[in-house]
């Protein structure tokens, strides 16, 4: 799965407007440093990064990352001793490290997993590639302080942050070959200050340039704190999910967030989590047992909201697995029964008992329902169909253990699961997409293949 | 979906060694007249049917599928009042009906689903159509009293039951243009009986001619009891999916089919019978409440062979959906919660209620882990993964009803099924399918490089 592609990253930028959050390629987006959000995307293609650094930020950056030993790639650090030589002399530091094309990318850019499949895309094909952002005014890009791109027929006609036409914004992200590194030299007995512009402007003068376009996957050049903090918000505003409850959406993920931010820099895995969340749950459980209704109520509403975390932290640190969403459906529905039969085994009433039970049932069909829809469909239930998710029917159980009522509310939590149970029956029967005809065979040999 | 496709059915010849079971068309098979199975598996394309019956067995045939509303399509009898000459004038009978290509199929021949499918594949192309079944002792065909085709580069070159050389078996199947009546009509003119072997060999001197092979799809000219009986057999083996459990292979399926093929005569419909069945599930849970423990055993029993009655009834009549299957699902885990719950309200203790919970929530989380593992992967578990079904969870419950030991079966039941849970999530997490990125950055090019 994964071949012996290189990627350099620039990181010798001085980034004196992070103050203490810097140097900024280590400044915490979402609980992990910027640069290790690229590093992690193109992890799954990529075997060895170089990034060039400053003898100022060195220390800090090679503290925060390592060898990369962590993030399962191999990452080789080259300083560059002269920054104010700009970003192309860092670029050029880099040849000694590279033995074919390679993907260039800036340290204090962030660059959706989207944006970095596409680039993938085109390493297979040969000449060399700029990332350019075709949507004028779009709302992450500063103007006056962008790149900017002019190009024609795809030819590259001009480049640089004063140009006077221009079409596309330089994304910072390249495919380049090693070529690249004879035009910086050339240009080297000219000029001291040597930008990627001018490399990537002079280059394309003899060679074959191709311009990507972003197609409005999200990238940013994260020049201030208030960059980093609003696109922190963008990105949050991405967990919540279209099958997000009421409750979730509301409520829990907001909170979920934020303590999946301050996780997120700590080495748990998204598994662990999970396991970890699911033993959680012993604590409302017991607190149930015990009849200290509202402080399991009060736990059972905290399990809910770091319900969301072990997902998050998956798709902030781009490791969502499959298997990772089945352990957690498997431990929810755990977590679901335990709950439940602390408070039958708190009340020991034979009522109780059966509520309980009729309750567990209502709440593993909401979830049953769902899967089977999956498996059929590929598609989940919508509208009012798609209620009591687990984010309702835990926040009920708390309101139950709050108020006192908990018998009263759990009833309500059998009605309630089960008419949407019903309502999704009936949706699935009268739905014409539904009923279309599987085709089956009754011979035997086409059954078994 | 549906055309104004037509299609000929021959059903006037004698069935004379069908006894009182005949006539052939309309004799049982699985429970339903021969020619009702090859009807219903062209309905979703074909609009009407001729079907060519004789003086002889009209009644019988016309009384029993009528003008085809019952089956949602339209079925016109034309009588042949000269059987004895033979096939290719009952063709020709059809003539004023037929208002452009048209298929022909045999009354007496049984056709699997995909054959079927495959020559209506065929429509869209011109030229005439012969299904050939290319397997020379295919186990269903008796050789000396097959029709056999002798074709050579698609050139028709000799058709007949005593040929000297041959490559194919007749299926009976084609898909015919209104020139092969004046065919028969030039035939005619020189003798009385003609068969459409006749017909078919002196079209294709004139007519482009195409051979489809059947591909190993079961097809068979059922020609007297014995070989009824035998396709019949071969059909119900069918009925074993490869997701049934042992007590649902060894014992439940054989009982069910037969079941099933004494309710397929009647009208019931696949979906009415899960709902049917649902209701009786409050049997064995009454019986459970009033600790009538044996006699519930018993009924849980006969409940969990039943419970395959719908879906192949379904397939008996190729009127499978995949709502069908969603509805049976849910009520299946009502049915199971049902049962557990009645054992729990006649027991009326906090430990039973505590059990009865447990063994809920595994038994859930079997069902509930094959339809997640199907959403995600496609496929259900296999091997000691894939126990604790339906099946084996009511079979354990009727042994602990009728031995007397029902909690300790119960606890067995809560045991195993976890066990079975804890193997999958085991199975999931190693396995290194599962373990793909969710998020897939794959990119084909760059991963083949």
Known sequence: MKYSLQAVILCAGRGSRFGKRGPKPVARLLGIPIVEHTIRKLSAHVEEFVLIVSRDNQRKIEGCLGDGSRIGVKIVYVINEHPERENGYSLWLAQPYIRGRFILAMGDHYYDVKLLEKLLDGFGKPGFFV??????????VKEAEATKIFSVNNKLVDIGKNIPRWNYFDTGLFILEPTIFKTIERLGRVKQAISVSDVVLEHAKTEPFFLLSSDGHLWMD???????????????SGFFKRDDGFISKKFNRKISIRVSTMFARFGVTPNQLTVLLFFFTFVPFTLFVLQKNILAGVFTQILSVLDGCDGEIARIKNITTRSGGFLDSILDRYGDALIILGIVVGYKTAQVSAIGLLAIAGSFLISYTNAKKEAVTGTRFRGFASQMGRDMRLFLIMLGGVTGYLVETLLLLVVLTH????LRIAEMVHSKGWATQAVTSLNPRANHP
């Open 131 to 140: 990332v350019g952002d075709p949507q004028p005014g779009g709302s992450q």
């Open 419 to 422: 008419l949407v149970v019903a």
């Open 222 to 236: 994260i020049d201030t704190l208030e960059d980093l903090r609003r696109l922190e918000e963008k990105l949050r």
